[in-house]
Every structure is written in C-alpha cells, then in structure tokens.
C-alpha cells in the first residue's frame, strides 16, 4: 500500500504509528517551545516529533526529517500517549527519573548551608577569619541545617555554578 501523502514509501497497515491526539491548548504550548530561543535544543526536538505526530507524518518521515532513530521518534510518541492528560506539556516532554540512589541532601539544606557561608565565622562563635570547609561542615551539623556532612560535599555544593545564566557561566 503506497502513502499517498509521501508517494516514495511503502508502509504495511501494521508498521503505521496510532494517530496523536494532541489538545489545541498543548499544541499551542508546543509550537511555543519550538519557537523559543530559550527552550533547549532537546526539549525543542521533542516537541518537533509530537507536532509530527499529531500531523499525521509518520514515524520513519519524522525521524528523517528531524535526524534521530526512528526509535526515539516512536519513544517519545509512547510517552507522550502514556502521560496523565492533566500533565503539562514540559513535564510531558521531561526527562524521565534517573536510576540509582536517591539525593542525601535536599536542595533546602545545600541552600542553607552556602547561605551560612556567606556569614562571617565570628557571628557563630568561631575564632577564625574565614570558612574553611571543615569548619562549615561542623557548623552545619552544629546548627541542625544536616545531620552528617563531610567537607568533601561541602566543597562539591560551593563548586557548583548556575549553568541557567549565560553570562555568568561564560565569565565564569
């Protein structure tokens, strides 16, 4: 049987992808993310395929057109149908959670504990002129902010830079 809109392949009934039902308020949402300077190359190309798909393009056109493995095209096509329809469309189009243990600090405590840095050593009662990372390990188990911490991640969380500000990451 021969695709009347491509009219170069031929698709067997059973290859053909299920057809996308795609809302006009994500559709919008979608178009928006592709339009976007700021939205990332890769949640821009998933949206790319969803928009395919509610098109009606099929699976191997999409992946050719968009340069990924049919397989990534028909991936994200599943997880699109899969998603709750109350989810929005970037949380549609999220990465998925990532195997392994899970986090030993929360984002509240790392936050609380480079905020405790920006005080100075002699408002919590240490006879130093500046935080070593030893010191602010012990302070934080001190105040409660974690209730074990070694130096080795307190160095780790004041090594980390945003990588959201294009500026400051380039400055560094």
Not at 61 to 79: F, H, I, M, N, Q
């Amino acid at each position: 049987m021969t695709n009347r809109k491509l009219r170069e392949e031929v698709v067997m009934p059973w290859l053909a992808a299920d057809p996308l039902i795609v809302l006009p308020a994500h559709r919008e949402a979608l178009e928006a993310l592709v339009r976007a300077h700021s939205t990332s190359q890769q949640l821009a190309l998933r949206a790319r395929m969803i928009l395919h798909a509610a098109d009606n393009i099929g699976v191997r056109e999409s992946a050719r057109e968009l340069d990924v493995w049919p397989k990534t095209v028909r991936y994200w096509r599943g997880r699109w149908r899969q998603a709750p329809a109350a989810q929005s469309v970037s949380e549609r189009l999220a990465d998925a959670p990532r195997s392994g243990a899970p986090a030993t600090y929360t984002p509240e405590q790392i936050c609380a504990v480079i905020a405790m840095t920006c005080e100075k050593p002699s408002e919590s009662e240490r006879p130093i002129s500046h935080w070593s990372q030893r010191e602010i390990a012990d302070e934080a188990i001190r105040r409660g902010l974690v209730s074990n911490i070694s130096q080795r991640s307190v160095g780790r969380f004041l090594k980390k830079r945003p990588t959201l500000n294009r500026t400051a990451f380039v400055t560094g």
